[in-house]
């Protein structure tokens, strides 16, 4: 099945800089990339996605890009907030979903 | 608002027993999921049930079995449990396979 590295594993970032977590994958099928985004004690939820047809989007202060040449997409978080940290996941999908092994994203006030 | 209901939230039993934990899903989805997520956060998929079709990761020991009544509810059965399935169990479901997944809330499992 598809493989999606995601890295880094930890992020610390000062509150009001940006963060930036990287993602890549195998399958040139895949055309779904979603974010998911979980607090400690809840579960994953979507934050924002991008399907093929496009490079990048931005929901607020979330950007993400994608290249599909380079198979990669990317989660982009401008002035990051303490209520940003939490744990990151990109996933991409052809029909089938896989998921990278998440990002800690720790926000320092 | 939660749409994947998930029982129990937490379960701790022996080593050697057997557990089944539920889910049921209310948004019509055609597709369930079953995760399991460690200490270290990883998630790792275990089945993905569509249309009567499942599919399995190999790496999941055969004493963990999917069960289906509709495609509304997939269930998760483990025979013998053993230290190492200490984990949160994450439900989820999603129209098709390249849709948003919706997560249920987990099942939190400790094996002593």
């Known amino acids: 099945g598809e493989q999606v590295e995601q890295l880094p594993s930890i992020l610390r970032v000062q509150e009001g800089s940006s963060a930036s977590i990287n993602c890549s994958y195998e399958?040139?099928?895949?055309?779904?990339f979603p974010w998911y985004k979980q607090e400690p004690g809840e579960n994953p939820k979507l934050i924002i996605d991008i399907r093929s047809n496009m490079e990048r989007k931005q929901i607020q202060e979330l950007i993400v890009l994608l290249d599909k040449k380079a198979k990669r997409f990317s989660l982009h978080i401008t002035d990051t907030q303490p209520g940003d940290s939490a744990m990151y996941f990109c996933a991409a999908s052809d029909n089938r979903i896989f998921f990278g092994d998440g990002t800690q994203l720790v926000v320092k006030p | 608002e939660t749409a994947v209901f998930q029982t129990p939230n937490y379960h701790v039993t022996q080593v050697g027993n057997e557990v089944s934990f539920n889910c049921k899903q209310t948004?019509?989805?055609?597709?369930m999921y079953w995760y399991k997520q460690d200490s270290k956060k990883l998630l790792k998929i275990m089945f993905s049930y569509n249309n009567k079709q499942l599919i399995v990761n190999e790496t999941v020991p055969r004493r963990f079995s999917p069960q289906s009544s509709d495609k509304a509810h997939l269930n998760l059965r483990i025979k013998s449990v053993e230290p190492e399935d200490s984990a949160v169990y994450l439900c989820?479901?999603?129209?098709?396979?390249?849709?948003?997944?919706?997560f249920g809330k987990g099942t939190r499992l400790t094996v002593v």
């Open positions: 948004l019509g989805h055609d597709t």
């Open positions: 399958d040139s099928a895949s055309n779904y």
């Open positions: 989820a479901s999603s129209f098709r396979g390249n849709t948003e997944v919706f």
